[in-house]
């Protein structure tokens, strides 16, 4: 499965903007990139994935590098409730019929303060 | 709603006892997963099954096993086999194509 490698922890304010980046150089053509968050306690939580164009839904952004080897999950105003530990997980491309898994990493745990 | 419920929440074992987790979902997913957390640690895969009446080992499946005789249930069952069982247990469905995987709420297992 390829790797990603993501920073061990990272914080910031409240209301601002918050930038996750992720390294996934050994990604391959078909590899999909997804985002998730867990909160303490409780199991991960959906949150962004693209594959090579960059991403928006109501939660984030997914900005995918030209050449796939990084991206960056874009928190537009971080709140407290977004403290969570954030994964970047690569998904193989699948063929028909094929459930791919899933391989975590240990993520980078995200602080929001006042 | 639907989603997926996996009980109980708590569950405490004596070691040398075989011990199982429920994992139910009403999302009528093909595709579902069991994964295991240790403290400060990501997420292991076990087992996962693409569809009824088949599953594949994941990265540590040793001392577990699993079924799949219905869509909706992937029971898991944590053998004495499993020399460090004590762990957050989390199971997750999707769709059999690249979609995201839906988890559940997880079982904290305590072996003592």
């Known amino acids: 499965d390829a790797k990603t490698t993501q920073p061990n922890s990272m914080e910031s304010n409240e209301e601002e903007p918050v930038h996750l980046p992720c390294n996934h150089s050994t990604i391959s053509g078909t590899d999909y990139i997804h985002w998730y968050r867990q909160l303490p306690s409780q199991g991960p939580e959906y949150v962004i994935h693209?594959?090579?164009s960059n991403v928006n839904n109501r939660m984030a952004s997914l900005a995918i590098a030209e050449d796939r080897k990084s991206s960056t999950l874009i928190l537009h105003r971080a709140t407290l409730r977004d403290a969570a530990v954030y994964y970047c997980?690569?998904?193989?491309?699948?063929?028909?019929?094929?459930?791919?898994?899933?391989?975590f990493g240990t993520g980078t745990r995200l602080q929001v303060t006042l | 709603d639907g989603g997926i419920t996996q009980s109980p929440k708590y569950l405490f074992r004596k070691e040398g006892q075989n011990v199982t987790l429920s994992c139910e979902q009403n999302?009528?997913?093909?595709?579902m997963y069991w994964y295991r957390q240790d403290p400060g640690q990501g997420l292991r895969l076990i087992y996962y099954?693409?569809?009824?009446?088949?599953?594949q080992k994941g990265d540590i499946a040793e001392g577990y096993s699993v079924s799949r005789e219905k869509k909706e249930s992937f029971p898991l069952t944590v053998t004495s086999a499993q020399k460090n069982p004590t762990a957050f247990y989390l199971c997750a469905s999707s769709t059999q194509a690249n979609s995201p995987l839906h988890f559940g709420n997880g079982t904290r297992l305590t072996v003592t």
């Open positions: 693209g594959l090579t």
């Open positions: 099954s693409q569809i009824v009446n088949d599953f």
């Open positions: 997980i690569l998904r193989e491309g699948l063929n028909t019929g094929t459930a791919s898994k899933l391989t």
């Open positions: 999302l009528n997913h093909d595709a």
